[in-house]
């Protein structure tokens, strides 16, 4: 069965600019949630969609976006890049059994922005 | 489990020997509880769970243990081993049929030889 796989990898982009990461979830799991990984802020929950629809979101701001595709595939959008957004951007999954279900982790987008 | 440290704690063992990592947590209406391993480089790997509605539970060569009074979480790994080495984090969650984990800052567990 194959993991949770985001693309890509690695990413550099320059201050000001926007940037989409992108998350397929393990196969059957409808949940996909994101976090953001900083040395001084650690792990961050920013938002978690289920059956397309945002249910949930973290403290971010607006900048921070996401949307999940009926094949709950997810991408999150950052615009306007800052320093600061500089991280290690995690998407994991879940099937979502009632009262409460592993959440898987993908390997992580690390994005640098210059 | 609010992470707001700068700072990881850290633990070293020998191999062979037992570890025990503690975790306090924030809410006490969490009911779900998820301790994660990363190694360098990686995404965080599950390691073992816990519900509300029990105290202990046991995976091979882990245990964890769940103080709801004190709000505490803790994780015993047995016979450490190298590989063993990496960073341990805690997880909440409160959300019933939600996915919304709430990190604990994270311990570097060491294992010299």
């Known amino acids: 069965k194959a993991g949770v796989t985001q693309t890509p990898r690695y990413l550099i982009k320059t201050r000001g600019q926007q940037v989409t990461l992108s998350c397929s979830p393990i196969s059957g799991h409808r949940s996909v949630s994101w976090y953001q990984q900083t040395p001084g802020q650690g792990l961050q929950f920013l938002f978690e969609?289920?059956?397309?629809?945002?249910?949930n979101k973290g403290n971010f701001p607006g900048r921070f976006s996401g949307r999940q595709f009926s094949n709950s595939r997810s991408e999150m959008n950052v615009s306007t890049l800052e320093l600061g957004d500089s991280a290690l951007y995690l998407c994991a999954s879940s099937l979502l059994l009632q009262g409460g279900t592993e959440a898987f982790f993908g390997q992580g987008t690390r994005l640098t922005v210059v | 489990g609010e992470s707001v440290g700068l700072h990881l704690p850290t633990l070293s063992v020998q191999e062979g020997d037992n570890s025990i990592i503690n975790c306090a947590y924030s809410?006490?209406?969490?009911?779900?509880f998820i301790w994660y391993k990363q190694e360098s480089g990686k995404g965080p790997q599950f390691i073992i769970d816990i519900r509300s509605n029990m105290d202990k539970r046991q995976g091979q060569r882990v245990t964890v243990l769940l103080n709801k009074t004190v709000k505490h979480l803790s994780l015993q790994i047995a016979a450490t081993q190298p590989g063993d080495s990496a960073v341990y984090f805690c997880?909440?969650?409160?959300?019933?049929?939600?996915?919304?984990?709430?990190f604990g800052q994270g311990t570097r567990l060491t294992i010299n030889p």
């Open positions: 997880a909440e969650n409160s959300l019933q049929g939600a996915q919304k984990l709430v």
């Open positions: 809410n006490s209406a969490s009911d779900y």
């Open positions: 969609y289920f059956s397309e629809t945002q249910r």
